[in-house]
């Protein structure tokens, strides 16, 4: 299994991000997938799940914001962030399995995003 993650950076608040995560070595269609973030200091935060149906779950803090989805014949699931706040500050990584699993599941690299004025 391999997970790696893009589209982190530096962005302003109330900026937008698009991050991907390519999936290999296992049957991505059929793979329950999240997103899950760590804050500089702080432990693993879920934010996001998508099943297999197409049926997204968010932490709070993501609702609304934040949006997951995912692109089968590309092996890519995708989460675009919306109205960054500092607080979403973290790194950002994907990871197989759903809600509080996917925190202690395999995951990639990460990506890194940075809100600051």
Do not use: H
């Not at 993650?5 to 530096?10: A, I």
């Not at 390519?22 to 997938?33: C, K, N």
């Not at 509080?100 to 599941?105: D, I, K, N, R, Y």
């Amino acid at each position: 299994v391999q997970l790696v993650e893009s589209g982190g950076g530096l962005v302003q608040p109330g900026g937008s991000l698009r991050l991907s995560c390519v999936g290999s070595g296992f049957d991505f269609s059929g793979a329950l997938l999240s997103w899950v973030r760590q804050p500089p200091g702080k432990g693993l935060e879920w934010v996001s799940s998508l099943n297999t149906y197409g049926m997204s779950t968010y932490a709070n803090f993501a609702s609304g914001r934040f949006t997951i989805s995912r692109d089968n014949s590309a092996n890519t699931l995708t989460l675009q962030l919306s109205n960054l706040k500092i607080e979403d500050t973290a790194m950002y990584y994907c990871a197989m399995g759903g809600g509080e699993f996917s925190l202690t599941s395999t995951r990639g690299q990460g990506t890194q995003v940075t809100v600051s004025s």
